[in-house]
């Protein structure tokens, strides 16, 4: 396994450049429930006397509140089995260590809570705790093969004014009946992309870039048309360009802690791709969940496998990427002005890849282009933004980004998630009821647009 530098520096707002640690997962001591929980204990201890990241999800308020109404009024007084509750209203969003904390390592502290949490995931999984139905959510490529010959039906069933159903569903599986739940196609983005398109011979990066476009679950089978806009954007651009979907790349069961699966997942998409990145191909995601897995969780996964560390070289966000071909070659001629505004929620699996807001960065060379940049969680994370034990919390943590959209009054509203832009639309109904609702999309979406691709 690759070394991982000693933590050394214990000055505070340190210039060294953060790092994580690879995950032992193959190590049985991983999951020793009792050395997991001191080690929260320890972590955690620093977040009490600190408290910077009390703003950024339920978990610290939480942990501080369990603080503050125990006997001493320190860590050592609550009970180790309240950690759960921290656990529970923790999406993995990673902004506690990218944005807040000032102890991650190289600091002598030490500290990442995101980590932990998913150590303590993995160790209540492996002493036989979890949730049949969440593991059943999770398996998005069975459900979506299912559900692609009978969308139409599933859509009327899963939709929101379908209450009876929706009431069933919320008895039986505990998915709550206000949550909006994503819809399937008939014809997914691989069916629609067999054959790649045509790269334009005057397009300014012709003959000279290659990328492979990973579909992702959610595009693939939910939101065909971002795969499609993001052909054709490419293609108008001169690349050469090819839609590839090998599988899922398991950030649900990452959420859940199965992380030998993870890893099963990450070895062959791997593999899948190791052909063409040897042909020159780079690779764009179109989720920011999937870039945030290929780039920087799976290298920590598997450390020592050359495809995966490759992938994870050769990938970027989609938006990166165009914004990347922009700087090299200029992007071609034909960009129009849209729609009278944009409010671009940077969502937080894009702000943990640490590549600034690629998503507004691209729509700002639209012509005329508005764009209102809103960088606050969208509370939706996965299954957290689904299940009724957690839907509350995923509308509270929300309510901050969508009124912030609400006040834009933008025409139109994307992330580089797409759960995170269905969620805050939703939300964005209940603080505007007056006004008209934004178009949801995909900021590569808007893009093709602008190029009247779309």
């Not at 209203?89 to 932990?116: G, N, R, S």
């Not at 992702?216 to 971002?226: A, E, G």
């Not at 969940?289 to 050359?306: A, I, Q, Y």
């Amino acid at each position: 396994m690759a070394e991982t530098p000693a933590p050394t520096s214990a000055g505070e707002g340190s210039l060294d450049a953060p790092f994580r640690h690879p995950i032992d997962w193959q190590n049985p001591a991983y999951y020793d429930l009792d050395a997991v929980e001191t080690e929260m204990e320890r972590q955690f201890d620093v977040c009490h006397t600190c408290r910077r990241c009390f703003n950024l999800c339920d978990s610290f308020p939480r942990l501080f509140d369990l603080i503050d109404e125990s006997p001493t009024g320190e860590l050592d007084s609550v009970a180790r089995s309240e950690y759960a509750k921290v656990d529970e209203a923790c999406t993995l969003c990673d902004m506690c260590f990218m944005t807040k904390c000032p102890y991650v390592p190289p600091h002598v502290f030490d500290i990442d809570i995101p980590h932990i949490i998913l150590r303590y995931r993995a160790a209540k999984r492996q002493a036989g705790e979890m949730s049949f139905v969440r593991e059943q959510l999770g398996e998005t490529d069975r459900n979506g093969k299912l559900a692609k010959p009978l969308a139409g039906l599933i859509n009327w069933a899963t939709d929101r004014k379908n209450t009876s159903l929706r009431k069933v569903m919320e008895l039986v599986a505990g998915i709550d009946t206000e949550v909006e739940l994503p819809r399937y196609h008939s014809r997914t983005a691989i069916d629609r992309l067999k054959t790649p398109l045509t790269p334009d011979p005057a397009g300014p990066a012709f003959g000279q870039r290659k990328v492979a476009i990973f579909a992702t679950c959610f595009v693939d089978y939910n939101t065909p048309d971002t795969a499609v806009a993001a052909a054709k954007v490419l293609a108008k651009q001169g690349v050469q360009a090819e839609l590839v979907y090998p599988e899922c790349c398991g950030m649900p069961q990452l959420e859940a802690g199965d992380l030998k699966t993870v890893a099963g997942k990450a070895q062959r998409v791997a593999k899948a791709f190791a052909p063409l990145i040897a042909q020159g191909y780079e690779v764009a995601a179109l989720t920011a969940s999937c870039g945030l897995m290929m780039k920087f969780e799976w290298p920590l996964l598997l450390p020592d496998n050359p495809e995966v560390l490759a992938l994870s070289r050769a990938t970027r966000d989609i938006c990166e990427y165009v914004v990347g071909l922009n700087r090299s070659f200029g992007l071609a001629p034909g960009l129009g002005p849209i729609e009278s505004g944009i409010a671009v929620h940077h969502a937080c699996h894009a702000r943990a890849q640490n590549m600034g807001a690629k998503s507004a960065e691209m729509l700002r060379l639209i012509p005329g282009a508005k764009v209102d940049l809103i960088e606050r969680c969208s509370g939706h994370g996965g299954t957290f933004g689904v299940m009724k034990d957690t839907y509350p919390l995923a509308v509270k943590v929300g309510k901050s980004a969508a009124r912030l959209a609400a006040k834009t009054g933008d025409e139109a509203l994307c992330s580089d998630c797409p759960l995170a832009c269905k969620h805050l639309g939703q939300l964005l109904e209940a603080e505007s009821i007056d006004a008209g609702q934004p178009r949801r999309s995909h900021p590569i979406e808007i893009l093709a647009r602008a190029y009247g691709l779309a």
